[in-house]
């Protein structure tokens, strides 16, 4: 492993820099492969085509050789000084160098390899704990053993000797050059592609004078607003709002968490339609052609929208020829910001693959650097949102549909000032709960943490209520509002009783379904209650009437216009569904996953898989496992039976 003595010492260190760059690349695109193979490239077959997928570890490899390369040269810098203070041991020390670097190399990769065999050992037995420390305890025995027995070192040492010869280091240094090359080139012609749509997309005709705002919360569940009921003053805004709208007591999220929700209120239709499943899902051109800011756009309203959560936004953007301003969110601002608009060229929007995940991956590798935190959701408060939302608006004319959505009270439950401490005064700290004991449910003896854990989060929702209170001011300050229906609801619910923690997840309780639904029309001054069951199917046809449009035949959901406008009564009897799909792939028929339907007494929820049904009491259906079919048996076969005549395409057992 030797250099040559012989050569100039400018030859003899770009020699050393080459070979510090292969052992970086080798070692980061080896630690790579082995996440990929440990299960990551796999769960993207489940909503990428499989070009999709050999593209997303093309992108990831190259861009774990770039890292590589990059901290090759660091180390590289940080030798050149030293060398030049050690001119008559220059060759000992590169060798020493290289000699460090390949035990280093070897120790971090084998190191990798051992927790992501631990991390894939669970999931064919659950073991105990007791046993990943004795694995660790004999790698580090090991590698303490190779370091001070030199006849193992040299071993270990030259088992990279054909690595760092000069022809291959030259040869791995370049085939990371061409991939990095070939990758960015590769997305600038897709991206181009991509601006050419855009460019083709339908102009605007005649112009609306009328607003539509919808304004969404992430998480927001229902049954934690003072306004439905809640003892806790928690959203007194919104119920200052309500006193000049109409409010629907028994709305329903179709879906769990945030991806399928946001879609069904974009499209109008159920995830089994759509098949927007994954928290990574994208809406189909097809499907995309009859969605709300398609149809809205084509009638003539300026289309816009702000979305705070990331998957919200990136789903925004597989229908972002359907919206004339689609501003992208700065998630992360500071040295992870210009990380990002830095590589750029690696991950270009080119409309191919699943640009979220990309963010998703390099915004965790950053907080594993930096030893920041690594969840997103902790980066955009409501404050943040809301003022995105005022300068978005100021682009806006007349005639524009707007959808604006918060991604307060999603956890991490971080109140601001005014409101932290409010409702709880022991000490949580501003993180979030260590929740994977907690999930998919809790414990009965965790119940007195959760319940904790939900009084922060109901300051989290004043939150929320506060900066929505502070956005409406200023819209009736600058008269906004004359001629602007609002529309305020939530994507999904968030549950911390019955053994169900947050969201998510195939049980569909009722916290987690039960979401608000408020609409004031221009010049709206009466307070209306409306008790109809409607899910968020209903949403679609309701913005789309409100623009004087007739609603697609693929929407099955049912306008609330005629209930807003007081033409029609609430008494009629009504269902509303909902759909976790979550496990399956979107390429295949559906087998795994929940249907789940309410009438207003009972909520009845079937499982694929099984074929096997639970009944709830809404007024017990915050309870995971609770099945009082046996107790109501002719309830169960109506509610199952109105299922399966809903969702034909599911192909149920009657």
Avoid at 95 to 109: C, D, H, K, S, Y
Avoid at 207 to 218: A, E, G, K
Avoid at 237 to 265: C, G, K, L, M, Q
Avoid at 364 to 384: F, H, I, K, V
Wanted: net charge neutral.
């Amino acid at each position: 492993m030797s250099i040559e003595s012989s050569g100039s010492f400018r030859s003899t260190l770009v020699n050393l820099w080459f070979r510090l760059m292969c052992l970086g690349i080798v070692g980061f695109v080896f630690a790579e492969a082995l996440e990929l193979v440990a299960g990551k490239a796999e769960g993207w077959t489940f909503y990428l085509s499989s070009w999709e997928v050999f593209f997303e570890v093309a992108v990831r490899l190259i861009f774990a050789a770039l890292v590589g390369a990059v901290f090759g040269t660091l180390l590289t810098a940080i030798i050149v000084p030293i060398l030049g203070f050690l001119k008559s041991s220059r060759g000992r020390v590169i060798e020493w160098t290289t000699t460090l670097a390949v035990l280093l190399a070897a120790f971090a990769v084998s190191r990798y390899a051992l927790e992501v065999l631990i991390a894939w050992s669970y999931t064919v037995l659950d073991h105990k704990g007791i046993i990943d420390m004795a694995l660790r305890a004999a790698f580090y025995l090991f590698f303490a053993v190779a370091l001070f027995i030199p006849r193992l070192r040299k071993k270990v040492v030259s088992n990279f000797d054909g690595l760092v010869t000069e022809k291959m280091t030259r040869r791995v240094v370049l085939a990371a050059v061409a991939g990095v090359v070939a990758l960015s080139a590769t997305e600038f012609a897709l991206s181009h592609t991509v601006r050419t749509v855009r460019a083709a997309a339908l102009a605007p005709q005649s112009r609306p004078q009328s607003n539509i705002l919808l304004i969404t919360f992430d998480a927001l569940s229902a049954e934690d607003m003072s306004l439905y009921g809640k003892a806790l003053p928690t959203t007194p805004n919104i119920d200052a709002f309500a006193r000049h709208a109409t409010t629907f007591t028994n709305f329903y999220s179709a879906s769990t968490f945030t991806t399928p929700s946001v879609a069904i209120v974009m499209t109008g239709l159920y995830p089994s339609q759509s098949r927007v499943q994954q928290l990574q899902g994208r809406i189909s051109a097809e499907v995309a052609s009859k969605s709300v800011p398609r149809l809205l756009r084509e009638a003539g309203y300026t289309t816009a929208g702000f979305f705070s959560n990331p998957y919200a936004y990136y789903l925004a953007k597989s229908v972002e020829n359907e919206y004339d301003f689609l501003p992208e969110t700065i998630f992360q601002d500071g040295a992870m910001r210009q990380l990002w608009s830095a590589t750029t060229p690696l991950h270009q929007d080119s409309g191919f693959g699943a640009r979220i995940e990309e963010y998703i991956d390099l915004a965790w590798d950053w907080s594993l650097l930096t030893g920041q935190p690594d969840n997103l959701y902790e980066r955009y408060p409501a404050a943040a949102t809301f003022r995105g939302a005022r300068q978005l608006l100021q682009q806006l004319p007349d005639g524009f549909f707007l959808w604006v959505h918060v991604m307060t009270p999603h956890g991490p439950y971080i109140p601001d000032a005014a409101n932290l401490g409010r409702f709880y005064q022991g000490e949580l700290g501003k993180g979030h709960p260590k929740d994977t004991a907690w999930k998919p449910h809790y414990p009965p003896g965790q119940q007195p943490t959760i319940d904790h854990w939900h009084l922060r989060y109901d300051e989290f929702v004043a939150t929320a209520d506060r900066e929505f209170g502070s956005f409406m001011s200023d819209l009736e300050a600058g008269g906004r509002l004359r001629n602007t229906t609002v529309i305020v609801s939530a994507d999904h619910g968030e549950s911390f009783e019955g053994g169900m923690f947050q969201h998510g997840g195939p049980y569909q309780t009722r916290p987690v379904v039960h979401i608000p639904l408020l609409v004031r029309t221009p010049n709206q001054q009466s307070e209306r209650t409306v008790s109809l069951v409607a899910d968020q199917t209903s949403l679609a046809p309701t913005i789309l009437a409100m623009a004087g449009l007739a609603k697609p035949d693929t929407m099955r959901g049912q306008s609330l216009l005629p209930l807003i406008d007081d033409q029609q009564t609430a008494n009629q009897k009504s269902l509303a569904f909902c759909q976790y799909f979550e496990t399956n792939s979107v390429f295949r028929p559906l087998h795994y996953g929940t249907v789940g339907v309410l009438d207003g007494e009972y909520q009845y929820v079937l499982d694929l898989h099984s074929d096997k049904g639970s009944l709830r009491p809404m007024n017990q259906a915050q309870i995971w496992n609770l099945d009082q079919s046996s107790e109501n048996p002719e309830r169960a076969r109506q509610l199952r039976a109105a299922i399966i005549s809903r969702f034909p395409e599911l192909h149920l057992n009657k």
